[in-house]
């Protein structure tokens, strides 16, 4: 017989959410079935409040590398069922701590109890008395204390009526919630640092995030094209099926150039870029914009110029990383594996034909008179027939 791990998965905000909650679950267990897809012999179950997953061992890595990707995943532990045998449960604990003290002079551990079978004749700080005092008889020496409130290894005991299990430390997730329950949105996604990361939130927070890129190839090559669809893969990754638009935006962008005040350009490219991105929302029932605007981070992002630019859309605007610094942006985008990506150089199209004075305190009404210069409807209809649509997942 194939040696099992049991896994609990502890779930998030889902929990505060009353009647809703069972859908936020069923959301959350359909996203885990889907990540954990290509593993064989796995079986779950989800009584109140919690997921377990009783999984063969040698799985266990694989499973727990997919499980740390899962937005709405609070924490998971894996653990191993055995007879409710103190010794047993002990040497188990003394196995798992060893090797956390090889590298560190003193460990502060704890046990915890937890018992649905009430009938077992120990009650649950007596059994974290037993198997701890037996853990600490053989680690103490090697400095080993115990701490219940600062515990930086936490042996958790489930007893339940036909099984224990012995959970090995918690394992932080991302937290937030499943993606799907919240619906689905549009990130004006470049090649930079920000916008991954500000889709990332998004994800986080429910929603399933697609993606719409504006190239400008025969001035920039394919370099861009090539980063963003490297990103939108590291981004779906935390959610599947996501899908990429790359609409070209040389002519839009030639169009502002000849014809549009200097000052003005990087504004003009913008409102196009979010009539553009408004347009392909509605076609296709997405409830919101997103980008990696972060205020004042560039002259492009003051007040003033940030209204000037989504006031073109009724649709509601989001910019996850508005009140972030660059450095914790960074910070983010590295744990999520973007940032790597995001620093190879690359122009975006919005620094093509850039304004030696980019205006950064605009108004609407210039901004207005130049766009009559322009058929910015056509280019924005002509841009949109041209638009190349990527099913994400597909991407190898
Ligand atoms: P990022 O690092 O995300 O590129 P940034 O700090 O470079 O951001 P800007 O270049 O001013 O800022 O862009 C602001 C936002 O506008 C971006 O975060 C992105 O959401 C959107 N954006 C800019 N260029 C493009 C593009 N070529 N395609 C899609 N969205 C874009
Ligand atoms: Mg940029």
Redesign the pocket.
């Known amino acids: 017989m194939t040696e099992r791990k049991t896994v609990l998965i502890r779930y998030d905000e889902i929990g505060l959410k009353g009647r809703n909650r069972k859908y936020f679950e069923k959301c959350l267990l359909k996203n885990i079935k889907r990540a954990l897809s290509g593993l064989d012999d796995i079986h779950y179950s989800s009584p109140r409040g919690r997921i377990f997953l009783d999984i063969p061992s040698s799985i266990a890595p694989k499973c727990s590398a997919s499980l740390k990707a899962i937005p709405g995943v609070a924490s998971f532990s894996i653990g191993v069922s055995m007879s409710t045998d103190f010794d047993a449960i002990a040497a188990l604990g003394v196995q798992w701590i060893e090797p956390k003290l090889e590298p560190v002079e003193t460990l502060k551990f704890c046990v915890k109890t937890r018992r649905s079978e009430k009938s077992f004749p120990k009650t649950s700080p007596e059994v974290n008395f037993e198997v701890g005092s037996r853990i600490m008889t053989a680690l103490s020496p090697r400095g080993l204390t115990v701490n219940i409130k600062e515990a930086e290894f936490v042996l958790e005991i489930e007893i339940g009526r036909s099984e224990t299990v012995v959970f090995d430390n918690r394992v932080p997730g991302l937290c937030g919630l499943p993606v799907g329950s919240s619906g689905n949105v549009l990130?004006?996604?470049?090649?930079?640092?920000?916008?991954?990361v500000?889709a990332f939130m998004m994800a986080c927070r429910g929603c399933r995030v697609h993606f719409?890129?504006?190239?400008n190839q025969p001035f920039l090559g394919r370099g861009?094209y090539d980063k963003v669809l490297s990103l939108a893969k590291k981004i779906n990754h935390f959610q599947t099926r996501g899908t990429l638009y790359v609409v070209p935006?040389e002519e839009m962008q030639g169009a502002i150039r000849d014809h549009c005040t200097e000052e003005n350009r990087v504004v003009l490219y913008?409102r196009m870029?979010y009539r553009i991105a408004e347009e392909i929302a509605n076609r296709h029932g997405y409830l919101a914009l997103i980008?990696?605007?972060?205020l004042g981070?560039?002259a492009?992002?003051t007040l003033e110029n940030l209204a000037a630019v989504s006031c073109v859309t009724p649709l509601s605007v989001f910019r996850p990383l508005i009140g972030m610094n660059k450095e914790s942006i960074i910070t983010k985008a590295k744990e999520i594996g973007t940032y790597e990506v995001?620093i190879e150089p690359q122009p975006?199209?919005?620094s093509v034909f850039m304004p030696k004075n980019p205006v950064t305190r605009s108004k609407i009404p210039f901004l207005e008179r130049d766009e009559e210069k322009i058929p910015w409807e056509e280019l924005r209809d002509n841009a949109l027939a041209q638009m190349e649509v990527i099913k994400v997942d597909d991407l190898s």
């Open positions: 990130c004006l996604l470049s090649g930079g640092i920000d916008s991954p500000s719409v890129f504006f190239d861009g935006f913008r870029m980008n990696g605007e972060s981070q560039v492009s992002q995001s975006d199209c919005c």
